[in-house]
């Protein structure tokens, strides 16, 4: 290495051809889809659209399917969210900083989902599901997709509320603050950032969320992915699909701006056993 | 709580085993008992205690020696384990190379490389599927290119058993990389530059010193990539052909459309024993990087 520095930096040709291929075969069919997307007409055998426009983006923000399917998409998301907050971060709390009996098997038993397949243990709670009558309704797709939330809104919060300086809160205790009080304006505060990521990711994973949502809900509840795949299979009219591609790539995108950092972190891949 | 904890010498909370931690936790782990654990269970009872002619109900494992017995069933199964076994295969094939680049250069172009390798992450199923198909589906984008060169069209890969293949790896590129990544990580400078000293070629460089190192974290990501695909959903109905079909798209037409729980859940009780020993594999890894 220490040669390879004085002398002039070789040209990383394994590099140029990995980032070529990469690009042809990632980066580029997205935006064949964004090309797509902004097109109004393009006829075989042209290589570049006839006619660009947003004729299709009007015609698509017209459909009610569209609209009613979006906000089925956000109510689900947000309250799937939310009740995985109210649930599982005083449980983070409560693993990270209280002793009580079975404290580890309890927290590694939030892995027990991940050592199966994960559409058969869909189809094992949707077998549940039949007996109780959720098939098809708002409550059987919310309970779905909150199981699905547990694992990353418990072991997030549980590595936050670790990290905090404990010090702070002792000193903070010391001079008079009620245990709420500390936990307010000392835990929250530094934990606060890493709960929000892991709400964050809740959020997105669960609007993605297409598996469960298409076994348990479809027809009756239809969010944004359900509808993309009726439009795959039914919808001659390409431009409907590729607009609501750009529309459904929203959210993963305010999501990559946001995670690209923690991504990138070796302990990221730790989470997931490398 | 009482006055005396605002006294100087406060009980460390460690020392004394305090119930009220099983209250706060008591909601999140009862949904994993009751909508992961018993679950399973109920699927594994329910296929072996079927109903009998008299009204009541009996053991038999009627529904297994059915999917057993039915060609249909069977092809679907041989499709599922073609399809895990290839994706694993290539999967293994591209990211590694793209791992071991990552892990010993670091010039901008490698930052751009991991970019991009990390990319497909940010990327639903959904949109990927859309655009597999209007890049290498009849008129595509690929057909496009080689008309306007007077080229034959390809065979499109969409609606064959190749379409999901080629999905599912490029769904599983970034998580096979971070993880091969992160076992790269544990192969130190030193154990290379002594090999290099004396005279290993490239080869016996990844032969003899990388690969023992990161074994473990290749197994990991194989059990990873092993349980998303054997049971994949979206991709395969998708872009795989109607008939045979991956045990995802069987379970739920099985369930849904031929409102056959009992042979759905036969059917996942069945990918559960294929996959429990990645399974219990990976999470066993999962569970040794992190402490409560």
């Known amino acids: 290495m220490s040669a390879a520095v004085k002398i002039a930096k070789p040209i990383d040709w394994t590099g140029i051809v990995f980032a070529a291929v990469l690009t042809l075969v990632i980066v580029v069919p997205l935006l064949v889809v964004g090309t797509w997307a902004f097109t109004n007409v393009w006829r075989f055998p042209s290589v570049i659209p006839q006619e660009f426009g947003l004729k299709f983006w009007y015609q698509t923000l017209a459909r009610a399917d569209v609209w009613s399917s979006i906000t089925m998409s956000l109510t689900l998301a947000t309250t799937v969210t939310l009740l995985s907050a109210v649930i599982c971060l005083p449980a983070a709390y409560a693993f990270a900083r209280l002793d009580f009996p079975g404290r580890d098997i309890l927290f590694f038993s939030f892995l027990a989902g991940h050592a199966f397949p994960k559409f058969g243990l869909l189809v094992a709670i949707a077998g549940i599901f039949l007996q109780l009558n959720l098939i098809g309704t708002f409550w059987g797709v919310v309970l779905i997709q909150l199981v699905g939330t547990l694992l990353f809104m418990i072991w997030i919060p549980v590595a936050a509320f670790q990290a905090v300086d404990r010090r702070m809160e002792e000193a903070a205790r010391d001079v008079g603050a009620s245990p709420f009080r500390v936990f307010w304006s000392i835990t929250l505060p530094q934990a606060g950032p890493t709960i929000a990521a892991a709400l964050l990711l809740s959020f997105v994973g669960t609007f993605y969320e297409t598996e469960g949502a298409w076994l348990i809900g479809a027809p009756q509840v239809r969010t944004l992915p359900v509808l993309m795949i009726s439009f795959i299979n039914n919808q001659p009219v390409i431009q409907y699909g590729a607009v609501l591609s750009v529309l459904l790539w929203v959210p993963s995108f305010i999501a990559l701006l946001f995670a690209r950092r923690v991504v990138n972190s070796g302990s990221f891949a730790k989470g997931f056993g490398g | ?292």
């Open chain 2, 1 to 292: 709580m009482t006055t005396q904890a605002a006294g100087a010498l406060a009980p460390a909370p460690a020392q004394r085993k305090r119930p009220i931690g099983l209250l706060l936790v008591a909601v999140p782990v009862l949904l994993v008992l009751w909508l992961i654990i018993w679950p399973i269970i109920a699927a594994m009872i329910q296929t072996i205690w079927l109903p009998t002619s008299d009204g009541g109900r009996g053991f038999s494992v009627s529904s297994y020696q059915f999917f057993a017995s039915d060609p249909y069933s069977r092809s679907n199964l041989a499709i599922t384990l073609w399809t895990t076994g290839v994706c694993a295969a290539l999967l293994l094939v591209v990211c590694l190379p793209i791992a071991l680049y990552l892990r010993f250069s670091d010039s901008r172009i490698a930052a751009y490389v991991q970019g991009l390798a990390i990319f497909p992450m940010f990327v639903p199923s959904i949109i990927l599927s859309f655009a597999f198909i209007r890049v290498l589906g009849p008129n595509g984008t690929v057909d496009l290119l080689l008309n306007s060169v007077g080229l034959p069209k390809i065979k499109s890969p969409y609606l064959t058993p190749w379409g999901p293949v080629i999905g599912l790896v490029w769904d599983n590129i970034p998580l096979t990389v971070l993880i091969l990544l992160s076992g790269l990580g544990n192969v130190s400078n030193q154990a290379i530059e002594a090999a290099r000293d004396v005279g290993a070629g490239r080869f016996a460089l990844l032969w003899h010193i990388i690969l023992p190192r990161i074994s473990n974290s290749i197994l990991v990501a194989i059990s990873f990539a092993v349980l998303g695909i054997f049971s994949a959903f979206t991709l395969p109905y998708v872009l795989g052909p109607a008939a045979p079909e991956m045990m995802g798209p069987f379970m739920q037409r099985t369930f849904r459309d031929l409102f056959d729980p009992t042979n759905a859940l036969t059917q996942a009780v069945i990918t559960f024993a294929f996959c429990i020993l990645f399974g219990l594999f990976y999470v066993r890894s999962v569970a040794k990087n992190r402490t409560p």
